[in-house]
């Protein structure tokens, strides 16, 4: 999930709506409530041009008609299309290379061994998006164990979005993304009897390591099984401090006793979680503490 920042509408685009700073602080403190986002005063303009579209489509004359209906009981699930409408769901396969190096070279040969010697392994792609991500992992995982599929290894990937999930389960792409796959992970990934003139598609055996589901990061969690690698990666950077930092220690306690994170190039662990890990690598950190919180081996990882 991320939160981009196109030109700002012109004046022209802005005055179509009446906006005032109250109407964008219902919206603000909405989304922050309910999905952890923290919209600061200068995104205004960003709010505006992406809801004015949702203001079109439901034939209302103001943001504060729009601001009322969020705040309805039944809303239509409109809280939904605010999510995808701040949110911006920018990523392509293999993004920060440095990550997955580290998986194939550092973590992939243990995390291999016990699962041929018969333990469970588990692998969360906690912001997933579209599921470039967690389909890179599964490709490393097969290329690094054939027989992946008849272990006990396992992929959760979630996103708040229920729309970007529905795209992530579907694993097909735009031809141009293709050129983002390194040639020796290209015959793994790619269904070559799949697709057309501008789309590809993923492998059937990637998608069965794989549970996709919708997960707020903010709320409950239901998977009671640790898991020995998390991705969250450009999610946190969304969240104020003090969000971030609870957010760093459920991640701490939902890890194995050295477990890694891997986190995106502008985030940094804060709050007392930093000393729950040490740094391996860039943007990567093993836990070094016992498991915070006890975590029961029959949970189910599907949201």
């Known amino acids: 999930m991320n939160i981009a920042s196109p030109p700002p509408p012109t004046q022209a685009d802005q005055s179509e709506y009446a906006f005032s700073d109250r109407d964008f602080a219902r919206i603000a403190a909405l989304a922050n409530a309910k999905y952890g986002i923290y919209l600061q005063s200068s ?43 701040l949110t911006t769901n920018v990523t392509h396969f293999f993004r920060e ?18 699962a041929k010697s018969g333990a469970a392994v588990r692998v969360w792609s ?42 992530a389960k579907q694993g097909i792409y735009p031809k141009d993304q293709q050129n983002a796959i390194p040639d020796q992970y290209r015959a793994i990934m790619i269904d070559t009897s799949k697709g057309d003139e501008a789309h590809f598609c993923m492998h059937k ?30 999610a946190a950077i969304y969240f104020d401090k003090n969000t971030q930092s609870r957010l760093w220690g459920r991640f701490a306690d939902a890890l194995t006793p050295e477990g890694h994170l891997m986190i995106g190039h502008s985030e940094r662990l804060c709050g007392p979680a930093e000393q729950r890990f040490a740094s391996v690598d860039i943007t990567t950190y093993r836990k070094t503490d016992a498991p915070g919180i006890e975590m029961s081996s029959k949970g189910n990882e599907k949201p």
């Open 97 to 114: 290379k440095h990550h997955f190096d580290f998986l194939r070279n550092q973590l992939l040969p243990d995390l291999v061994a016990r």
């Open 205 to 234: 055996k990637l998608g069965n390591l794989i549970s996709f589901g919708q997960l707020n990061l903010i709320a409950d969690w239901p998977m009671r099984r640790p898991f020995d690698v998390i991705f969250c990666r450009n």
């Open 43 to 85: 995104k205004k303009a960003l709010v505006y041009s992406r809801l004015a579209r949702r203001l079109r489509a439901l034939n209302l004359s103001d943001f504060e008609t729009y601001c009322d209906l969020l705040q309805q009981a039944d809303s239509g699930g409109e809280e939904e299309h605010l999510l995808s409408a």
């Open 126 to 167: 906690s912001a997933c998006s579209a599921g470039q991500e967690a389909y890179c992992i599964a490709a490393m995982v097969l290329d690094a164990c054939a027989e992946a599929g008849t272990l006990d290894i396992r992929i959760l990937a979630t996103d708040i979005d229920p729309q970007i999930i529905v795209k």
